[in-house]
């Protein structure tokens, strides 16, 4: 599919992603790309309703001050006047305003709405009719950050919350985007997706856009960003040249730790004992010794990558970790390995 991903500035066109029409959509791009400001900027300026999620209510607090509002920049630049206010608990409406009397009058129905994941894990049954886009920001979270458990399937839940039955009544589904920065590929939602090894073919092959109509599923890897090549060369990039926090935030690309064997091994050698996720777990035929890969074959005993399945995965063959500390784990590749250590742990 031809999209033009970068604006004239160099940032990314969101505009262009969105009308692309998918109701699924993952954005994936360096820092100061303009996923943030393309998403809500457009959207006001279009007269979509939006609803612009964080994961949790901490950040979302954050956001509504009018300090640290990511409509704060659209604003400046538009000279739009918008203003944040409460609704019910958890939930914030953005609104255009004028200033009568030296105090702010609300002018019309609310622009966008704020919104935690963890709060509308316990919400349910509000009308969202009128909102067309769900944002989901920063949805791959930074090191250090823990996810909500079950992430995957309460993200799934609050697009049910919202979505309903517009699609029976002969409506367009609500889209959602969810946008990050290259922080972990093994986040909640790539693994549910199955989605892990297709972003580290992409990466590893330069491909910016892949599409799945039957999934109704746009992915957009920002690896060519005019905005990343220029800020290579400011302050923190040259502190930080060749790190791994330089690596993510300029080339999107995703960390790997280097720790087990990476070695090519003849499968015919091995038998497969389990499938989790995107990887199979081979025991060599007269040896002490397991192989992992991404390829799958046989038909041995097969776990999703789903947080119930992980955690009977980890019951029936925890002891594979014990193997990996004695080094006899070998790996096809990095991507196997960091699958292996994050489905174990």
């Known amino acids: 599919m031809k999209i033009k991903l970068y604006d004239d500035n160099g940032y990314l066109n969101f505009r262009a992603v969105r009308d692309a029409g998918y109701p699924f959509t993952l954005i994936i791009g360096g820092r100061g790309t303009g996923k943030t400001y393309g ?47 409460p609704l019910v608990k958890g939930i914030s409406g953005f609104y255009r305003y004028q200033i009568e009397d030296g105090k702010e009058k609300i002018e019309g129905d609310p622009l966008g709405f704020t919104c935690a994941l963890s709060t509308l894990s316990n919400v349910r049954g509000f009308d969202a009719s009128h909102i067309q886009i769900l944002l989901y920001d920063e949805f791959i979270p930074e090191k250090g950050e823990r996810v909500l458990p079950n992430e995957a399937d309460t993200l799934y839940n609050a697009y049910e919350t919202f979505n309903r039955n517009r699609e029976l009544m002969g409506a367009r589904p609500l889209q959602l985007i969810c946008m990050a920065n290259s922080n972990d590929l093994t986040t909640p939602v790539l693994a549910s997706l199955g989605l892990i090894r297709r972003i580290d073919k992409m990466t590893k092959s330069g491909q910016e856009i ?59 050698e091995y038998r497969p004992i389990v499938a989790v996720g995107e990887i199979c777990i081979y025991e060599h035929k007269s040896k002490r010794l397991f192989y992992v890969s991404t390829h799958v074959s046989g038909g041995p005993p097969t776990f999703t990558a789903g947080e119930t399945d992980l955690q009977r995965f980890s019951r029936a063959f925890g002891w594979l970790w014990r193997e990996y500390l004695a080094d006899s784990v070998e790996f096809e590749e990095y991507l196997a390995q960091v699958l292996f250590i994050k489905y174990l742990t």
Not at 55 to 82: A, K, L, Y
Not at 255 to 268: F, H, K, N, T, V
């Open 39 to 85: 998403a809500l900027r457009s959207c006001v300026e279009d007269g979509i309703v939006f609803a612009f999620m964080r994961r949790r209510q901490t950040q979302v607090d954050i956001i509504n001050s009018p300090e640290f509002s990511p409509i704060r920049p659209i604003c400046r630049d538009t000279g739009e006047q918008i203003t944040n206010r």
């Open 210 to 268: 892949f599409t799945d109509d039957n999934r109704g599923l746009l992915l957009v890897l920002l690896r060519d960003s005019p905005i990343s090549e220029a800020k290579s060369d400011t302050a923190l990039y040259r502190l930080t040249n060749g790190s791994d926090f330089a690596t993510m935030a300029l080339d999107n690309s995703f960390a790997y730790e280097d720790r087990g064997a990476i070695i090519s091994r003849p499968l015919q």
